[in-house]
């Protein structure tokens, strides 16, 4: 089972795993260990990897102060968006809140930490200042709410990266989603399965 194989102390094994098959990538493993598949509807595979032009996925910022700015003034609108798209599909939202200042955005310290040892001080390359996840309780659940997500933003999205297939040697996978906001911004959006966040 998936729990099993993601399991602390254990090394995760793509070729005992039904996501580690390149013919099985962007598609659900039915439960009790993928003797078939079915359909995602809409199939997320139509956007898996996607990467827009490099200028479409930056911010549209001049500075890190503004990127915050920005990002602050969104974090409303951002948050319901999460938690709606959670209801809808049977999911719950997760943020990292800030315990001081109740913020989910991502904290400067952070951030810098990530512009100088990652980006190189390129601040409108920093997609995730304003970020959720949203966790299902099964790694079909959670692909299917980022299948239902990407479909309803269509152009919006910029890229997809689905770490189920190709993950981390840790065993850690998730689907993530950077998008564009209403406002302009980039945000990343994470879907998860219970038991990669217990």
Do not use: W
């Not at 299902?136 to 990407?150: C, H, L, N, P, Y």
Request: aromatic share 6%; proline share 4%.
């Amino acid at each position: 089972a998936y729990v099993g194989i993601v399991k602390k102390g254990c090394e995760f094994n793509e070729a005992d795993h039904p996501r580690g098959q390149p013919e099985n990538a962007g598609e659900f493993a039915r439960s009790g260990g993928g003797g078939g598949k079915s359909e995602t509807k809409p199939d997320i595979r139509k956007s898996m990897n996607k990467v827009t032009e490099v200028a479409a996925s930056t911010q549209p910022v001049k500075s890190l102060d503004e990127l915050y700015d920005r990002a602050g003034a969104e974090e409303p609108a951002f948050r319901k968006m999460v938690e709606d798209i959670a209801e809808v599909t049977g999911s719950k939202p997760k943020f990292g809140v800030d315990k001081q200042t109740g913020s989910i955005l991502k904290t400067r310290e952070s951030s810098e930490r990530k512009l100088k040892d990652e980006l190189g001080g390129d601040f409108t390359k920093l997609r995730d200042v304003l970020r959720g996840t949203v966790v299902g309780d099964s790694v079909e659940k959670t692909r299917d709410a980022a299948a239902t997500f990407i479909a309803k933003q269509g152009d919006n999205v910029l890229r997809v990266k689905d770490r189920h297939v190709g993950g981390s040697a840790s065993g850690y996978r998730d689907i993530l989603v950077n998008f564009r906001t209403p406002g302009g911004d980039v945000a990343e959006l994470q879907f998860n399965s219970k038991a990669m966040t217990a």
